[in-house]
């Protein structure tokens, strides 16, 4: 199983992360990982399979997951859906943490779902037609989720086995953020130890404990990912993708791609250049 942490940062006019699924063709599996924001899934069409923290749920239109900061999830989306993110920087509910750095929020339905799913789709609708204020109405909304969270969705009781996974994996978040501004690179286990302090031994138990897999796994998951989008996003060959990424060969690259995707590099690109 292959588990990344996730870096998030918000829409440049907003507070805060809102977009369209990247899912929605269908065909697309996200792999488990973690970040230090909130976030919530709503589908409006279609549908998402989601495995939070080894637990599996349908999500059918209408309904919504919420994910909190540094929770393990992934997302299997086989079919066309119309799924509306929201990323919620951890740091906006620090008047409400009830641990350091943390705050816990319900898996559970609550009366309130159906408010919290018409508040992201009137946000997102007007984002995206930005007409004159769209801001501020786009903010208004957002306020109002906020408040709905940490009234009627916030959990006051958490263990200290939430808090001690919830400081492990803040830790191995700054040591993923350095793989990820040098992922391109070759990072061995040893030198990664070295400029964090740890012993490599200890630092291979860290990532196998409480990220859920090892440590050149990982490294290889970083490297796919950010593949996939040079691959989506440019007409570079695959040969080159694979060696702007840290992949020794197109071979490596492909094989990596077809394991985490189901299909071959080139497979992936012909079926959005319909698009």
């Known amino acids: ?51 939070l923290m080894e637990t599996e749920q349908q999500l059918k ?4 997951m919420l994910v909190n900061s540094n929770e393990i999830h992934s997302v299997d989306s086989p079919l066309p859906n119309q799924t509306v993110v929201v990323q919620i920087p951890l740091q906006t509910f620090s008047g409400y943490f009830t641990g350091e750095q943390f705050i816990r929020f319900t898996h559970d339905p609550k009366l309130h779902d159906a408010q919290v799913m018409k508040l992201i789709k009137e946000m997102y609708t007007t984002y995206m037609e930005k007409k004159p204020g769209y801001e501020m109405k786009v903010k208004s909304g957002y306020y109002m989720l906020l408040y709905l969270l ?91 993708i694979a060696s702007n990424n840290g992949f020794p060969n197109s071979k490596a690259f492909t094989k990596a791609f077809q394991k985490k995707y189901g299909m071959l590099p080139s497979e992936y690109r012909r079926s959005i250049s319909g698009r």
């Not at 239109?61 to 919504?64: I, Q, S, V, Y």
């Not at 009234?151 to 953020?177: P, S």
Request: net charge negative.
């Open 1 to 51: 199983m292959e588990y990344n942490h996730e870096v998030i940062l918000p829409n440049e006019d907003l507070p805060f992360k809102l977009f369209l699924f990247e899912g929605e063709r269908g065909n697309y599996f996200r792999d488990k990982h973690w970040h230090r924001s909130i976030e919530i899934f709503a589908v409006f069409e279609g549908g998402l399979t989601f495995y």
């Open 150 to 240: 940490v009234t009627k969705y916030r959990e006051m009781d958490v263990t200290q086995r939430m808090l001690k996974q919830n400081k492990k994996l803040n830790r191995l978040t700054t040591i993923t953020n350095y793989i990820k501004e040098n992922y391109r690179e070759e990072i061995s286990l040893e030198s990664l130890a070295g400029i964090f302090g740890y012993a490599p031994a200890y630092l291979s138990r860290m990532f196998q404990k409480y990220a859920g897999i090892n440590y050149k796994d990982y490294v290889q998951s970083v490297r796919v990912e950010y593949a996939f989008r040079e691959l989506a996003g440019t007409d570079h060959t695959v040969s080159e």
């Open 61 to 64: 239109p209408g309904d919504f």
